[in-house]
């Protein structure tokens, strides 16, 4: 009899052991981490730490949630959209299927299921720093709902990137264009989501200058739920958070409680993993998980921290378990040598931040970008409309490289102000760092059509 308890007790205890729990969107802990652009290779020279396929970075508990970036182009040939993700699968580098520019990336497949096996949610992001498209009409948009429900999600068709693999929703990282009609796409999504047999996510990635200039219409008209704010390029990044004229999360939870259509949407912290990662606001991992853990306690909108990305966050001493660690709920809170109070009108608490305060003036100033060399867009980050540049300036606007004329704030590159000239459409985005996750374009080879 003992025998039999112990070995039913043993059975249950490995059981459970077995058990993996299933991604859960209302946790104020999540860690979001973006896959696709190898954007340690975009910036070094040693392969050894250049992007892994998707299961390597699916291996332990660190990473909740996966936008695979970037579906790059909407209308391709055939009317069929198309993925880029650099040195794993491309257009370049991989077999096309017939009549269209889509790479067959369906040896992922199964490293997509991994993940989800271990509880990770994988969704397509859509845009990226040179993916702008616009919708011509609501119609249009709503039949292009249909195309990413059967291309990536829950439906059939011919033309399935990851074959037999059924990701867990759509990111928008809208960075160009106009986002009139997106509403139409979502709902349709959503709609189509809504008879499914699993959980579909719809999440955002704006710029942290609120209200974002290209998703703000977006994200007010339709149900979000999640928004990885991109808190690093600008002037409200994670390492100006000193800063209560810089800072603005405060803004960001405000709309999810007050405009947001879904009332109970998560809003991210998102950050660089590494200082090659973006152009400015990387703060190393206590500091990061200091802000972190502070925005939490005040905010109840926080869902967690969302990364840039994972391979630059495993060439940096696994920057992703760094965070995680912190921020899992329960966990220590990790020490940091510089601690600031933040300055807002309603937080009388402590967090660490390696940056100095700035002046209690805000600049909206862009910082300097290279200069604009044409085709070349390395390192240069999209336009913001409430960003003043100075002559010379450069930014990338629906997958051109502009150049500022003279002083311009809120002028559209190729507006009536006439503020910028038009270098021609990019070509190089070797080492670009997103403001922009930037779709890097894989090289050389000629692609071969599926047979």
């Not at 299933?22 to 020279?45: E, I, K, M, P």
């Not at 922009?436 to 050389?444: G, P, Q």
Request: charged share 10%; aromatic share 12%; hydrophobic share 40%.
């Amino acid at each position: 009899m003992a025998s039999f308890w112990l070995t039913s007790l043993l059975s249950a205890v490995s059981l459970g052991a077995l058990q993996v729990s299933a991604f859960d969107n209302s946790r104020s802990d999540n860690l979001a981490v973006y896959w696709g652009q190898n954007s340690y290779g975009a910036t070094h020279s040693d392969t050894a730490n250049f992007q892994k396929t998707l299961s390597t970075y699916c291996q332990d508990d660190s990473i909740d949630a996966f936008p695979v970036a970037f579906m790059n182009v909407f209308f391709g040939p055939g009317g069929v959209p198309s993925i880029d993700l650099a040195n794993i699968c491309s257009t370049t580098n991989d077999p096309l299927f017939p009549g269209t520019n889509m790479p067959d990336c369906s040896f992922l497949a199964s490293d997509i299921q991994f993940c989800q096996s271990k509880g990770k949610i994988v969704t397509i992001s859509l845009g990226g720093a040179t993916g702008a498209a616009t919708f011509t009409s609501d119609d249009q948009a709503t039949a292009f709902g249909d195309t990413i429900w059967n291309t990536f999600l829950g439906g059939t068709s011919a033309v399935r990137p990851f074959g037999s693999a059924v990701l867990d929703g759509i990111d928008l990282d809208i960075e160009g264009g106009s986002t009139e009609h997106y509403a139409a796409f979502v709902n349709r999504i959503r709609t189509l989501a809504s008879g499914a047999s699993k959980q579909y996510y719809v999440t955002a990635a704006p710029q942290c200058p609120f209200p974002d200039a290209y998703l703000s219409t977006v994200l007010n008209a339709v149900a979000f739920d999640a928004v990885y704010v991109q808190f690093y390029n600008n002037y409200c990044e994670v390492s100006n958070a000193g800063n209560a004229n810089d800072w603005d999360f405060e803004s960001w939870d405000t709309w999810a409680k007050t405009q947001a259509i879904n009332k109970d949407v998560k809003i991210y912290i998102g950050a660089p993993a590494a200082s090659t990662a973006a152009n400015s606001g990387y703060v190393d991992a206590s500091t990061l998980a200091n802000l972190a853990l502070q925005t939490r306690s005040q905010y109840s909108s926080f869902g967690g921290v969302m990364l840039w990305d994972a391979s630059q966050a495993y060439a940096n001493n696994r920057f992703d378990a760094a965070i995680k660690s912190a921020i899992k709920q329960g966990a220590l809170v990790p020490t940091s040598s510089q601690p600031v109070t933040v300055p807002t009108s309603s937080r009388s608490s402590t967090i660490s931040t390696t940056s100095t305060p700035t002046s209690t003036v805000h600049s909206t100033t862009a910082t300097p970008t290279t200069t604009a060399e044409a085709g070349n867009c390395a390192s240069v980050n999209s336009w913001v409309a409430n960003i003043a540049y100075n002559g010379g300036d450069a930014v990338i606007y629906n997958g051109h490289l502009w150049t500022a004329k003279w002083w311009s704030f809120g002028d559209t590159p190729g507006g009536s102000a006439n503020d910028w000239t038009d270098s021609g459409a990019c070509t190089s985005f070797a080492a670009a760092a997103p403001t922009a996750h930037s779709a890097a374009m894989s090289a050389s080879v000629p692609p071969t059509p599926v047979a």
